[in-house]
C-alpha cells in the first residue's frame, strides 16, 4: 500500500483521540499540518481507541478536508517513567511484563467515568480487573464492551488483574495461531523461574 501514489509514511504523537466523536488528530514529527486519524482506520488495525501522546506510523493522503490516516501501521504507548500504573502492580511485574504470556480475551463492560471494568479470558470463568490507567499505559484510550483484546494477567490483592492490554491478535502473534487456540488460557509449560512466579494460577 505503501507504493499507492499519494500516500506516504509519517510516524508522530496522538494530540487527542475521542472514542465517542470517533476521530482524532496526529501531531506530524517532520511538522505541517495534524493529520486527522478516523475511528474506522483505527479500527481496521484492531483497536477502538488510543491514548493522547501515543506513538502512530501511518500511511497519509491529502484529501479535499486536509491530511487523512489511511492505514496505521504501528502504535507505541505513550513513554512512561517505568513505575506501576497503579499501586496494586508490583514493579517486578512491569519489569517483566513481556514474560508474562498474552491471553485472549474479551471486554465484559468498562466505564471510563468510574476508571475501571472486567474482562473474560478465553476459556476460563473468572473476571480480570481491568483499571483504567493500566489501559493507558498500554496505549488505549477506553475500551468498548465485547471488544476483543489480549492481557497479561497477574493475582493482586483483590484478585485477577490485567497488568498490559494489546490488541487481540497480539496474542496470537506471540505464541502462533495454532497453539494459541488449542492452549488459550493455560500457562505456557516451559516458563519457569522469575516469569512462572508471576502466573496467575486460574482455577480449572
Not at 12 to 20: C, E, I, S, T
Not at 39 to 45: C, D, G, S
Not at 91 to 96: F, L
Not at 156 to 168: D, H, K
Request: net charge negative; hydrophobic share 45%.
Amino acid at each position: 500500500m505503501g507504493e499507492e501514489v499519494g500516500l506516504r509514511r509519517v510516524t508522530g504523537l496522538v494530540k487527542w483521540f475521542d472514542p465517542a466523536k470517533g476521530y482524532g488528530f496526529i501531531r506530524d514529527d517532520a511538522g505541517g499540518t495534524d493529520i486527522l486519524l478516523h475511528a474506522n482506520v483505527l479500527r481496521n488495525f484492531g483497536r477502538s481507541s488510543v491514548a493522547d501522546q501515543s506513538r502512530v506510523s501511518a500511511l497519509v493522503q491529502e484529501t479535499a478536508r486536509g491530511l487523512q490516516a489511511a492505514e496505521v501501521l504501528s502504535i507505541d504507548p505513550p513513554v512512561t517513567d517505568g513505575q506501576p500504573p497503579i499501586a496494586d502492580i508490583d514493579i517486578e511485574v512491569i519489569e517483566h511484563l513481556d514474560a508474562l504470556p498474552l491471553r485472549p480475551a474479551r471486554v465484559k463492560w468498562f466505564d471510563k467515568s468510574k476508571g475501571f471494568g472486567f474482562a473474560n479470558i478465553f476459556g476460563h470463568p473468572e473476571d480480570v480487573f481491568v483499571h483504567i490507567e493500566v489501559i493507558r499505559h498500554s496505549g488505549f484510550a477506553d475500551l468498548s464492551i465485547g471488544e476483543a483484546i489480549s492481557v497479561r494477567i497477574v493475582e493482586g490483592p483483590r484478585g485477577l488483574m490485567a497488568a498490559q492490554i494489546a490488541p487481540w491478535d497480539a496474542a496470537l502473534r506471540e505464541a502462533g495461531k495454532d497453539e494459541c487456540v488449542e492452549d488459550a488460557g493455560e500457562p505456557k509449560s516451559e516458563m519457569t523461574g522469575l516469569a512462572q512466579s508471576f502466573l496467575v494460577h486460574v482455577a480449572e
